[in-house]
């Protein structure tokens, strides 16, 4: 069965919305897109090929999607790590108007996305791969879907924009598997999904 992986990048604030470009995403009036260009460096390129040398398939949100599949097929280099894997591997996309896609080896999901995500994963020997795509995640980690998180946190507040975690989200733990932080001061984290919270109540002692 294969392990489900998201890759997200998101603020301080939380917000996920266009990280790789002026005019990626301006839903709701969205003036700050491209906000991780001037963090990356060479730690961060590193963290990225290494997750993109890992791939067996990819699931994708719409939005993501049509980002994705307006630019990686323009790139041709098969030395590319980023571009190699996203055309080559299968593609699978959460959708339900998307009917016709021009990208080869895109497979829509239309219908129930839970049983559809199991099947898909019990079918994927590896790593089936979710980037970006933060509304599909959201409802990926409802659902109990994903495996591991690997969430890249920029030093920078925005202030506005589609937040990954809102009011209503499943109270999920989290079991830190790894992080580093780049030069620039991305914090970069991996959590495997590990069940429901535990609480406890810190007490006076008791000679108190």
């Given at each position: 069965m294969g392990k489900l992986v998201s890759t997200l990048f998101v603020t301080l604030d939380g917000v996920y919305q266009a990280p790789g470009g002026r005019e990626e995403d301006t839903r709701g009036g969205f003036e700050h897109g491209?906000?991780?260009?001037?963090?990356?460096?060479?730690?961060?390129?590193?963290?990225?090929?290494e997750v993109f040398g890992r791939p067996a398939?990819?699931?994708?949100?719409?939005?993501?999607?049509?980002?994705?599949?307006?630019?990686?097929?323009?790139v041709t280099d098969p030395a590319d790590p980023v571009a190699s894997k996203l055309n080559a591997l299968p593609k699978y996309v959460a959708s339900s108007t998307l009917t016709d896609p021009e990208w080869a080896g895109t497979t829509v999901i239309s219908g129930d996305l839970a049983k559809e995500v199991t099947a898909?994963?019990?079918?994927?020997d590896g790593e089936l791969q979710v980037h970006g795509s933060g509304a599909l995640v959201?409802?990926?980690?409802?659902?109990?879907?994903?495996?591991?998180?690997?969430?890249?946190?920029?030093?920078?507040v925005l202030g506005a924009g589609h937040r990954l975690?809102?009011?209503?989200?499943?109270?999920?733990?989290?079991?830190h598997t790894g992080g580093l932080t780049t030069s620039t001061g991305v914090a970069i984290h991996s959590y495997d999904l590990a069940g429901r919270p535990d609480y406890g109540t810190f007490g006076l002692p008791e000679n108190a």
């Open positions: 491209g906000w991780v260009f001037p963090y990356a460096d060479d730690e961060f390129g590193q963290f990225i090929n398939a990819f699931l994708l949100g719409r939005r993501t999607y049509d980002i994705f599949a307006a630019f990686w097929p323009k898909l994963k019990e079918r994927t959201r409802s990926l980690l409802a659902h109990d879907l994903v495996d591991t998180l690997h969430l890249l946190t920029f030093p920078v975690f809102t009011e209503g989200a499943v109270p999920t733990k989290f079991e």
